[in-house]
């Protein structure tokens, strides 16, 4: 898919980067460059999801250092056996203390493309922070992978309401409106801009706009002819160019919808 950066009506748009880890290290080393370029490319926020307890006091610094780069605290499946004793009774102590600053819980979820002997940890650690979401009442930034089926049953178990972002979803309509319909967004990010990804596209083409929210999962998940290289918050508005070949709707209305979504999925106080 021919991709370019930013289009002529790009300085009119707002983008929200609804998933990058700007904290690893991969990006960490010239951070606020990359945070320039992404803002030169229409990036006005970012969500940061933490991936274990090693970062949450950083993002927690980087947030009041940097207003627009909000956080999100939990702990990833990949690094979910590998999670303190006390990780659950200090992200519980940190919400209590920081809740205005954390805008969201995560990332976290279920990984079953794992080594099976994780499954156990992973699921009990994702109920316990889905715990805490409630308890909090925060959105949840989901992780998932050959697990939306034992994600969904969790939620419903518990009968959660407080919504989030599936991300990086791929898939189709059926899967997605599961999701949905339990007041989830839907991550989209370079996934799309692969001609493979005909499920996701075809999904993307076919829901409503007020479904999606944009992610470049930096310094992860690269475009199609970008293989190999780190991935940056500034490669959104690529993300957004190949979002915006799939839809109908004129560029300034899907930015527009887009930027709603991710305030709303996120539940933050922004014109």
């Known amino acids: 898919m021919p991709l370019s950066g930013r289009q002529d009506h790009g300085s009119s748009l ?3 980067d609804s998933h ?6 991969e990006l960490n080393a010239e951070q606020l460059t990359h945070w ?3 803002q030169l490319a229409g990036v006005e926020k970012l969500l940061i999801p933490a991936v274990a307890q090693a970062a949450w006091r950083n993002l927690l610094h980087l947030h009041q250092q940097h207003p627009d780069w909000h956080i999100a605290l939990g702990i990833h499946p990949w690094w979910a056996t590998k999670a303190k004793p006390d990780a659950l009774s200090d992200l519980d102590a940190l919400l209590a203390k920081h809740s205005p600053q954390i805008t969201a819980v995560g990332e976290i979820g279920l990984d ?7 499954f156990e940890v992973q699921e009990k650690l994702f109920s ?4 805490l979401a409630g308890k909090y009442q925060k959105p949840v930034i989901l992780h998932h992978r050959k697990s939306q089926p034992q994600l969904l049953a969790e939620l419903k178990q518990q009968q959660f309401a407080e919504g989030g972002i599936l991300h990086a979803f791929s898939g189709i309509q059926q899967q997605a409106k599961a999701f949905i319909d339990l007041g989830f967004k839907l991550g989209i990010g370079g996934t ?6 005909e499920k996701t596209r075809h999904t993307v083409k076919n829901l409503p706009l007020s479904c999606f929210v944009l992610e470049t999962d930096a310094p992860a998940m690269p475009l199609s002819g970008y293989q190999g290289q780190v991935n940056t918050p500034a490669q959104l508005a690529l993300v957004f160019a190949a979002f915006c070949q799939l839809r109908a709707e004129p560029p300034e209305q899907i930015a527009a919808a887009l930027w709603q979504n991710s305030v709303a999925a996120l539940r933050l106080n922004l014109t």
């Open 14 to 16: 707002r983008l929200f």
């Open 20 to 25: 990058c880890h700007l904290d690893l290290p």
């Open 36 to 38: 320039h370029n992404a």
């Open 112 to 118: 079953f493309a794992l080594d099976a002997d994780s």
């Open 128 to 131: 316990q922070q889905l715990e």
């Open 192 to 197: 799309i801009t692969y001609e493979r990804a």
